[in-house]
């Protein structure tokens, strides 16, 4: 998505996306009918009334002839209410129909988005896919409740007008129809200024989105280095481009209604002028021409809400031309058509085959990414040449070959930026291998349904994330299966019951946004249980002790034994203190596994891990001097 997306517009009507936004309103055609046939008789209640008081005037007023007035007001005041009826009928189903439609969209591209692999949200901020799923379906809603249907109302109650105008005296008609070329003139001014103003408005609500979500979710480190003035002040500067492209498009509405109005008034001193002489000359009776005066009233109407309604019609094929582009972004990481079953119960067995990744390389098509995943029986043979030429990916992992066996416990070290996350990712499926495969139980990971891939696994990260919710909650993940006893008992085992017991409502208590109102130490704790509770066949820990202090490290190295027991564990550090009783270490170097072994065995080769080791042991030395 680029950054310029909230600023283009595109067509004013586009015939590809209204087809596709038509399949949103198809579940709901009873209801559409049922408001088009409202709209269709509420505008033809709007073309008797008029004429009813013609023949009040020329039949009964003019002629001082009461008898029957009454009766022809009883039926006015009926067609009134059909009117009102109508228009509740229309306004009610419309506005119904439209908050069915926005939940269906939302729906839709939440779950899409849901799908997406994380590469997407490496290139796409956050605030503007929010827009995407507030601000733009707001707009699509307009368009649904008084844009696309109620338009059908206007041009019948403008085609039923002009019809009646000319039946009734067509040389007045032509009269008063000799404003339109101005009306149009006027139209197409505001049309023109209003599609720019609105393309400037929305690229900057967008903007405005991103700024405050950024802004918000690190305002730690905002007030921290006290950057409030000067996040304040580009704040200020993006709020102000917002408000005075609004106040544009608020003087383009200044001038054309009144501009409208104008001309309708035009148009009845020209009725006045043309039908008062032939009323005098006795060419046409009083009562048509009072009729006349209504209809032109009536007539200039919809033709300003039509004008609006094009408003709405441009912002709703941007807004939908934005959402259909996400809800287009194809899925790169999905489970395969027909996924293979894994054994049951998996043992664990974990093996990387000459495994090449970059998080820049492009995908196109599908059967390109069908090849790559064919590659690996190459690349098995002969690996591709470490040499990265201008036009070669940036390679974060080149040739990654290991085993991890049931039930081993591996630890992985390397300097940052080495891949060591990176190979937990493409463990998970978050992103596809470029080259090279990874299987389990001799399976190729991407031939697993991803829902079973990923339940083998419980990931432990360094950076808790906590939702919304109670302790329980947090531990549970939603997953009713596990029942409150295992919650405790998950709890008890990583040692986060005493902390629990001591908040107000215990496995009860509420947690803030991103578990605020807890300690590092504390979440953490948390997610040890969490990991515990759904007792996964592979543990993943990624740094996951080290932004905790000592003593809580040493209360999650007890508690990890427990976890441990049993399962395939992987274990990534920067601290070599937490991982030297593993079974095997790897040493991670520049996206490539340069040393193997265990801890003694490493520090024998005097090689990477030593000197990890050796700067580690100066370092905490210094410290305790």
Request: hydrophobic letters at 45%; zero cysteines; a neutral charge.
């Amino acid at each position: 998505m680029s950054l310029q997306d909230d600023d283009v517009l595109g067509k004013a009507y586009d015939a590809r996306l209204m087809q596709r936004l038509l399949q949103y309103l198809r579940p709901y055609w009873r209801q559409v009918t049922l408001a088009l046939a409202a709209i269709i008789a509420g505008a033809a209640a709007s073309l008797i009334q008029p004429y009813l008081i013609k023949i009040a005037i020329d039949r009964y007023i003019a002629v001082r002839q009461l008898t029957g007035l009454d009766r022809l007001a009883g039926l006015y005041l009926t067609i009134l209410v059909v009117a009102f009826a109508a228009e509740y009928v229309q306004t009610w189903t419309m506005q119904l129909t439209g908050q069915r439609i926005m939940f269906d969209l939302r729906m839709a591209i939440y779950g899409h988005l849901q799908r997406l692999d994380l590469r997407y949200y490496d290139r796409n901020p956050v605030g503007r896919l929010m827009t995407r799923v507030t601000s733009d379906v707001d707009v699509l809603n307009d368009l649904f409740t008084s844009g696309v249907v109620t338009v059908f109302g206007d041009v019948f109650l403008l085609l039923g007008i002009m019809g009646t105008m000319l039946w009734m005296n067509w040389p007045l008609a032509l009269v008063a129809f000799a404003v339109l070329p101005l009306i149009a003139l006027v139209t197409q001014w505001f049309r023109r200024n209003v599609r720019e103003s609105y393309r400037v408005v929305r690229g900057w609500i967008a903007r405005i989105n991103a700024f405050l979500q950024e802004n918000i979710t690190g305002m730690a480190t905002v007030q921290l280095f006290r950057r409030e003035q000067l996040n304040f002040a580009r704040f200020d500067e993006i709020d102000a481009r917002h408000r005075d492209a609004n106040v544009e498009s608020i003087f383009y509405y200044a001038v054309f209604y009144p501009a409208i109005e104008a001309v309708a008034t035009l148009a009845s001193a020209l009725i006045i002028w043309y039908g008062g002489g032939r009323v005098v000359r006795g060419t046409l009776t009083l009562g048509a021409l009072v009729a006349f005066l209504q209809y032109s009233q009536r007539f200039f109407r919809p033709i300003s809400d039509m004008s609006e309604k094009f408003n709405v019609l441009q912002s709703a094929m941007a807004s939908s031309e934005r959402i259909f582009k996400l809800l287009d972004e194809p899925v790169i990481v999905e489970s395969p058509a027909r996924p293979r079953p894994r054994s049951a119960p998996a043992p664990g067995h974990i093996v990387f085959e000459h495994v090449w990744f970059a998080y820049n390389e492009e995908r196109s098509t599908t059967e390109d990414t069908e090849e790559r995943r064919k590659e690996h029986s190459v690349a098995s043979v002969s690996p591709v040449s470490s040499v990265v030429t201008p036009s070669s990916p940036n390679w974060v992992l080149r040739d990654v070959s290991f085993e991890v066996r049931p039930g081993e416990r591996v630890g992985i070290v390397g300097a940052t930026g080495s891949g060591k996350t990176t190979l937990i990712n493409l463990l998970l499926r978050f992103y596809d291998v470029t080259r090279g495969r990874i299987t389990i139980d001799g399976v190729d990971i991407r031939e697993l349904d991803l829902a079973d891939l990923r339940g083998l696994f419980s990931l432990v990260l360094q950076d808790v994330h906590l939702f919304s919710g109670t302790i329980a909650d947090n531990i549970r993940l939603g997953d009713h299966s596990i029942k409150d006893e295992d919650v405790r008992r998950a709890a008890e085992a990583v040692h986060a019951a005493p902390f629990i017991a001591r908040l107000p409502d215990g496995y009860s208590s509420a947690v803030a946004e991103r578990g605020a109102t807890l300690s590092v130490g504390q979440k953490q704790l948390l997610s040890f249980a969490r990991a515990l509770a759904f007792d996964p066949r592979v543990l993943i820990l990624d740094e996951a002790t080290s932004s905790v202090d000592t003593e809580t490290e040493l209360v999650i190295h007890d508690a990890l034994r427990v976890l441990m027991a049993g399962r395939t564990t992987i274990a990534i550090a920067h601290r070599l203190s937490t991982i030297q009783d593993m079974d095997k270490i790897l040493v991670l170097h520049k996206g490539q596994l340069r040393e193997s072994g265990t801890h003694q065995e490493l520090l024998a080769l005097r090689g990477i891990y030593f000197r990890l080791f050796e700067l580690q042991y100066q370092k905490t030395e210094k410290v305790e001097f």
